[in-house]
Each structure stands twice: as structure tokens, then as C-alpha cells.
């Protein structure tokens, strides 16, 4: 069965610095998303692109957030200068019209 | 904020029906149920959606009632491994572009236990 990929699966991070997380949707989707989960709480959607722009972003969505498809096949997520309560697990989605998403195993960032 | 109430919690044993109900009175024409759920810290697993029809896959059923105010997912023969949280939620559909997000609540957590 057809996955979406993430990587790292664990990055630990100063304050300050500049993270990227990495993503392989499933190849014939269209639709991409970043959602994120801090521990204990709900998961909140972060983000979501299509045709190689974002189609909605969310309040948590900030200028230190920024998304990027480079080359057709990854999907990143970049946060600039991360913060303390940066720290959740990141997860990636993709979805083709109609369908119910996929998500990916996630990305535990941990900022110190 | 989330367009449904789930219970927090519900228990069930192994190798019987788990019937998790989902309320969602406010939903509208054109918004679709979708049922996902998430095991420890893993990501979301779809399951199953529908719009008005009774709807059947490998993992489960989504029974919704006649005036779509709730719906019930039935997972027929619940295994150790269907302990999770389970989130009900109400999706508004675009045919133009399926993009619209997901809206989690706080899901029911469901115990399943031998």
C-alpha cells in the first residue's frame, strides 16, 4: 500500500535555529497538507497546498513557517527560528480529490 | 472548532462489536462524515466516510441516521489492536478541489481489551 514518508522521524533542535522537515507524499496526489500535534493536545492543521501554492494556511501558520515542493516528488516544511512550544510531532498529508487522507508516521521535533 | 461530540472514552472486548457514536447536528448539505483514528503518537489512519448512505470497507461501517444529525462507526469484531483514538469529522467537500482541511477534535479513545 502506498505510503507518505517522513524524515527525520526525530530531530532535536537549539532554540533559535532553523529546522527543515522533509516529506515524500504518495506519488499521484495532488494535495498536501502539514498538520501538527503537541503532546496531549488535539491535532491542528498547519497548512495545505495545491498546484504548487498554499490554498489555506492556518493562524498557527506564521511568517517563521513556510512550505516548498523543490522538485516534484518532497515536500517540506520549514520553521525559521524555532521556539519552545515549536516542539510537537509534525505530520504530512496528502490526498487525491475526494479521498480520505494520507498521513505519515510524523516527525517528532523537540526544541531546547 | 470541531463540528461534532464524541464521548472521551468507551470500552469494548476483543472479538466484539465496538459501535462508536458521533453527534453532528449542525452539519450541512454537502459535508461528509470521515472517520479517522490514531494509534499511540502515530499519524491518523483514514477509515471510512460518507455522505447520507450506509457505507461498508475492510475496516469498518459507518451507519448515518436518515436526517444525518449522527452517524455510528461499527468495528465488527474489535481486536486489541483497534485500541486507539477514534475521530469523527464533518468535511465540507469541493468538488472543485477536495483541499478542504481536517478539523480534529478530541477524538473518542477507545480501550479494547481481552
Known amino acids: 500500500e502506498p505510503e507518505v514518508t517522513q524524515t527525520p522521524s526525530h530531530q532535536v533542535t537549539q532554540m533559535g535555529q532553523e529546522v527543515i522537515l522533509r516529506c515524500v507524499p504518495i506519488s499521484n496526489h495532488l494535495y498536501f497538507y502539514w498538520y501538527r500535534q503537541i503532546l496531549g493536545q488535539k491535532v491542528e492543521f498547519l497548512v495545505s497546498?495545491?498546484?504548487?501554492?498554499?490554498?489555506?494556511k492556518s493562524e498557527i501558520f506564521d511568517d517563521q513557517f513556510s512550505v516548498e515542493r523543490p522538485d516534484g516528488s518532497n515536500f517540506t516544511l520549514k520553521i525559521r527560528s524555532t521556539k519552545l512550544e515549536d516542539s510537537a510531532m509534525y505530520f504530512c498529508?496528502?490526498?487525491?480529490?475526494?479521498?480520505?487522507?494520507?498521513f505519515g508516521s510524523g516527525t517528532r521535533l523537540t526544541v531546547v | 472548532d470541531a463540528k461534532t461530540t464524541q464521548p472521551t472514552s468507551m470500552d469494548c472486548a476483543e472479538g466484539r462489536a465496538a459501535n462508536l457514536p458521533c453527534n453532528h447536528s449542525?452539519?450541512?448539505?454537502?459535508?461528509?462524515v470521515y472517520w479517522y483514528r490514531q494509534i499511540h503518537s502515530q499519524g491518523p489512519q483514514y477509515i471510512i466516510h460518507g455522505l447520507k448512505n450506509n457505507e461498508t470497507n475492510e475496516m469498518a461501517s459507518l451507519i448515518i441516521t436518515e436526517d444525518r444529525k449522527s452517524s455510528t462507526l461499527i468495528l465488527p469484531h474489535a481486536t486489541l489492536r483497534d485500541t486507539a483514538v477514534y475521530y469523527c469529522?464533518?468535511?465540507?467537500?469541493?468538488?472543485?478541489?477536495?483541499?478542504?482541511?481536517?478539523?480534529f477534535g478530541a477524538g473518542t479513545r477507545l480501550a479494547v481489551h481481552p
Open positions: 469529522i464533518v468535511r465540507d467537500f469541493i468538488l472543485s478541489g477536495g483541499y478542504n482541511k481536517l478539523i
Open positions: 449542525t452539519i450541512s448539505g454537502n459535508e461528509y
Open positions: 497546498f495545491y498546484n504548487n501554492e498554499i490554498s489555506e
Open positions: 498529508a496528502s490526498s487525491r480529490e475526494g479521498d480520505g487522507y494520507t
